[in-house]
């Protein structure tokens, strides 16, 4: 039951358009911010898009509980349904809900082996094959090795979907390059197609755009995150 007219209107659309039409298939994308900004709000808004497009999510999380995630889709869901002014809002949550599934981990535990083997297990068992996936809490730029980072290159290549990952920024203390990038991620900047900052000023959470694929000029965006619905707005 997806309505491409409506999700035209989606404010999402300009951020598309800014990173040159969207991620793009086998590209990861990596949202930064400190602790509590808002970067869980930005992957649900991004996976919640791609599901009324009636596009596949899979949302992986080593941060979460699952309650707490389908507690926050289906508040995320209700805003953005109040946003788009949404018809049928039962039955396109329902088609929401067929078309994601949710997996947690326990980060102490997590491996991209066992992430392996559960995607094969929705492919063969379920037929599930996901157009976005959500990586929220893994990688774990500060611990992680090159040879992590090529596995994780394999796995979305693998999937032929995009993936959205998130990091943690620090007030003070922390190595950045020139972009404002952290050094824990910036040595991977080979592997990252695109990096998104949500940045918290004194009355809203600005989005700003540090790469953009290869492209040497990025799109300065007049976005924010609405304080209380979460979700990404005009400023």
Do not use: E
């Given at each position: 039951?997806?309505?491409?007219?409506?999700?035209?209107?989606?404010?999402?659309?300009?951020?598309?358009?800014?990173?040159?039409?969207?991620?793009?298939?086998?590209?990861?994308?990596?949202?930064?911010?400190?602790?509590?900004?808002g970067k869980t709000s930005f992957l649900i808004g991004l996976a919640l898009d791609a599901l009324l497009q009636g596009r596949k999510v899979l949302h992986i999380s080593t941060k979460e509980t699952v309650d707490h995630l389908l507690t926050f889709y289906g508040e995320m869901y209700a805003a953005m349904a109040d946003m788009l002014d949404l018809e049928n809002r039962p039955a396109r949550l329902l088609d929401v809900e067929r078309n994601r599934h949710i997996h947690v981990y326990n980060r102490d535990y997590f491996t991209l082996e066992k992430l392996g083997e559960s995607m094969a297990f929705l492919r063969d068992a379920a037929n599930f094959h996901p157009d976005m996936v959500i990586m929220d809490g893994t990688p774990r730029f500060e611990h992680t090795e090159p040879w992590e980072m090529e596995g994780v290159q394999k796995l979305l290549h693998d999937w032929n979907a995009e993936v959205w990952t998130s990091a943690h920024t620090h007030r003070e203390g922390q190595q950045t390059d020139a972009r404002g990038v952290p050094s824990e991620v910036a040595r991977y900047d080979d592997y990252l197609a695109v990096i998104v900052f949500l940045q918290s000023t004194a009355d809203h959470v600005r989005v700003r755009i540090a790469k953009d694929h290869e492209r040497e000029q990025v799109a300065t965006l007049h976005m924010e995150l609405d304080p209380k619905t979460r979700m990404l707005r005009w400023r």
């Open positions: 039951m997806a309505n491409q007219g409506i999700c035209d209107r989606s404010p999402l659309r300009v951020f598309d358009r800014a990173i040159g039409g969207g991620l793009g298939r086998g590209n990861l994308g990596i949202v930064l911010s400190r602790h509590g900004v």
